[in-house]
């Protein structure tokens, strides 16, 4: 069966043998005055010498981790909003809620081209794609099969393909799925991040 296009961005589905199981979500602030929507699924990043996350950019070499949602208080006040996605602007700055432990695994759809077993081990970046702001708030990113191999700044690595059944499981057509663990994640980098 032909798997069909689909993006739900970066799906926490267990965590590498060896490591001690995290359900522990980091918190992050987000900048007030971000005006780029951040969706449930989407990898983020360090915004540079700040202590705030961004959404990250298909180009990204250091992750900061997964984003899982956050609370913020509304442009316009009153309580603080749990949401899935980040709005993209608030009141006062937001916490944004991130699974940033090195030994995560990630479910996540391929950009156009399959996957296959040759490629587990690999190392692989992402399309950031668009989220949507229904249903749940999904992040649009997808695995970028344009950017495998070796490179060691790429973001993710191939842990298995998808063992499931229905879409996302066939290796040899487009948009298949695969599972994925952090390469270059601020907590596996030799190098401080600022």
């Given at each position: ?5 689909t ?10 043998s ?29 915004s ?17 981790g ?54 587990v ?24 099969v ?28 487009a948009?298949n799925?695969a ?14 991040v600022?």
């Open positions: 069966m032909a798997n069909v296009q993006a739900f961005g970066f799906r926490h589905v267990g965590f590498l060896g490591g001690g199981p995290d359900y522990q979500l980091a918190t992050r602030p987000i900048q007030s005055s971000n005006a780029t929507k951040i969706f449930f699924g989407d990898p983020v990043v360090k540079g010498a700040s202590p705030y996350i961004v959404q990250a950019s298909s180009t990204t070499v250091v992750l900061e997964i984003f899982q949602g956050c609370t913020y208080i509304p442009s316009g006040g009153g309580a603080p909003v749990w949401s899935p996605y980040w709005p993209g602007a608030s009141a006062v700055d937001a916490t944004a809620y991130v699974i940033n432990a090195p030994n995560a695994l990630f479910l996540a759809a391929a950009l156009n081209t399959a996957i296959t077993s040759t490629n081990g690999a190392n692989i970046g992402f399309a950031i794609g668009t989220g949507s702001t229904v249903g749940g708030g999904f992040s649009g990113a997808t695995l970028d344009t950017n495998i191999g070796t490179t060691n700044t790429l973001p993710f690595q191939i842990y298995s393909l998808y063992q499931g059944v229905g879409n996302g499981s066939d290796p040899t057509t948009f799925w599972v994925v663990t952090f390469n270059n994640q601020r907590f596996k980098q030799l190098q401080g600022s």
